[in-house]
């Protein structure tokens, strides 16, 4: 049974690019939520996506969107970088349960922005 | 913005030592988790702790709840080189379906 993958594992963009950045979930979740990490800090919450909807937001401006295909799968874009962008983005995925839920993070995908 | 603080940031033992390692929250929760991240790449879940629970046991972990002081800690006994990695606590709420999640600590777990 796979866990959660995401892709690639490491990108390097310049400032004003796009990004499109990959995430698989567990066998049998539904819920994808979408994290960044920078260095030495934790995982601040950007988004989570529900039957294809993005259910909650976090603190993240719109340059941060999403995806999620019918497979569960998501995407997750982000335009116009800044040089603030760069670090661990990472996926994480759960059944629905609304507020209390373990969830399953992936590798992460390691951004770096010039 | 972080719910939960970290305490101590760093920590560093010897092998066979006991860690601890404690969280504060702000707000009321539905649950408490602790996360462990090895380099800076996934994190793994270690333990769920709802809010009406004290305390919970999982093999060598031991977390405590108190919801009166906000906090939360983590005992990880007999420890080994492998524990070396940061912890983070994260607190899920009722209404919100984010978890917040706390700075960390860095646990160095010396051989």
């Known amino acids: 049974d796979a866990g959660v993958t995401q892709s690639p594992t490491h990108l390097i963009k310049t400032r004003g690019q796009q990004v499109t950045l990959r995430c698989s979930p567990k066998?049998?979740?539904?819920?994808v939520s979408w994290y960044q990490q920078a260095l030495g800090q934790g995982p601040q919450f950007i988004f989570q996506y529900y039957e294809e909807e993005e259910r909650q937001r976090g603190n993240f401006p719109d340059r941060f969107s999403g995806h999620q295909f019918p497979n569960y799968s998501s995407e997750l874009n982000v335009n116009a970088l800044l040089l603030g962008d760069s670090a661990l983005y990472l996926c994480a995925s759960s059944w629905n349960t609304w507020g209390s839920y373990e969830q399953y993070f992936g590798p992460g995908t390691r951004l770096t922005v010039t | 913005s972080q719910q939960g603080e970290e305490d101590p940031q760093a920590l560093s033992i010897q092998e066979g030592e006991n860690a601890t390692m404690n969280c504060s929250y702000k707000t009321s929760i539905n649950n408490l988790q602790w996360y462990r991240q090895n380099s800076g790449r996934g994190l793994v879940h270690l333990i769920l702790?709802?809010?009406?629970?004290r305390e919970k046991h999982s093999g060598r972990l031991r977390v405590t709840l108190d919801t009166s002081k906000k906090s939360s800690s983590l005992l990880i006994t007999a420890s080994r080189a492998a524990d070396t990695a940061s912890y983070f606590c994260?607190?899920?709420?009722?209404?919100?379906?984010?978890?917040?999640f706390g700075a960390g600590t860095r646990l160095t777990v010396k051989p």
């Open positions: 702790i709802r809010s009406n629970e």
């Open positions: 066998s049998g979740h539904d819920t």
């Open positions: 994260a607190t899920a709420s009722y209404n919100n379906n984010d978890m917040r």
